[in-house]
């Protein structure tokens, strides 16, 4: 009979697709990576699992010494296990997906990579490994998240207008949603705060300043855009 240490054991990797909206685009974050496999390719930011190592404990490292950045909310996404989706061996990778603001944070590469930099979703590099397969997962997880639960608490500054917001969910959804309609049922979600305050230095203009009710327990919120 085999003992433990006998068994050849695949590696486990944790890969991170970050998300982040600015200036009407949303945009992924990537690394080019400086050493083989796929060198000076485009990738999603990853590490190997340490042996000691907590899922969210290595996606921390990954954010800290790979891209620069701290404390982000982290949800997981899915395992992508195909046997040869990495050239080094047996990798079953565990990935999480983040959503953040660019504004908020700053970027610096890691001494693994030569260069991490946003790119916008609809004009993406070809990824190495099967990054595209794990992207297009999460961008698929966001748009159906976004229908129920209110994601904009990463992705826009603290407090921002009515019109601000339904851009953000056209943006995701890559779709047109009539304006009425969304702020109804934005308002009667209670999602969002009137903060009593305007946007001001708009030509013409001063449309109300909300923010998201953070406090809010139930979600009663159902975006139905068919």
């Known amino acids: 009979m085999l003992k433990f240490h006998e068994y050849r054991n ?3 990797a944790i890969d991170l697709v970050v998300f982040g909206y600015y200036e009407k685009v ?17 990738t999603l930011p990853g590490a190997f ?10 996606c921390g490292r990954i954010l800290k010494t790979k891209l620069g950045m701290e404390h982000l909310f982290l949800e997981q996404l899915y395992s992508f296990d195909e046997p040869g989706r990495d050239p080094r061996g047996r990798v079953i990778s565990v990935t999480y997906f983040a959503l953040v603001n660019p504004r908020n944070f700053g970027l610096a590469a890691g001494k693994m990579a030569n260069d991490v930099s946003w790119h916008d979703i609809k004009k993406m590099p070809e990824l190495g490994f099967d990054h595209k397969k794990i992207f297009k997962k ?3 997880r966001l748009r159906s998240k976004i229908l129920y ?3 904009g608490f990463e992705l826009l500054d603290e407090m921002f207008t009515m019109t601000e917001l339904h851009e953000l969910y056209e943006c995701i959804l890559d779709i047109s949603i009539d304006r009425r309609n969304f702020r109804r049922k934005i308002l009667d979600s209670e999602y969002i705060i009137d903060t009593g305050q305007k946007r001001e230095g708009l030509q013409n203009r001063h449309p109300s300043l909300y923010k998201f009710n953070k406090k809010l327990k139930q979600h009663n919120f159902n975006l139905n855009v068919s």
């Open 10 to 12: 695949p590696a486990l």
């Open 49 to 58: 699992l340490q042996m000691e190592e907590r899922f969210s404990e290595a």
């Open 138 to 140: 999460a961008l698929e």
């Open 26 to 42: 949303l945009s992924v974050l990537l690394l080019n990576r400086n050493e083989e496999p796929f060198k000076n390719g485009w």
């Open 149 to 151: 639960f209110p994601v």
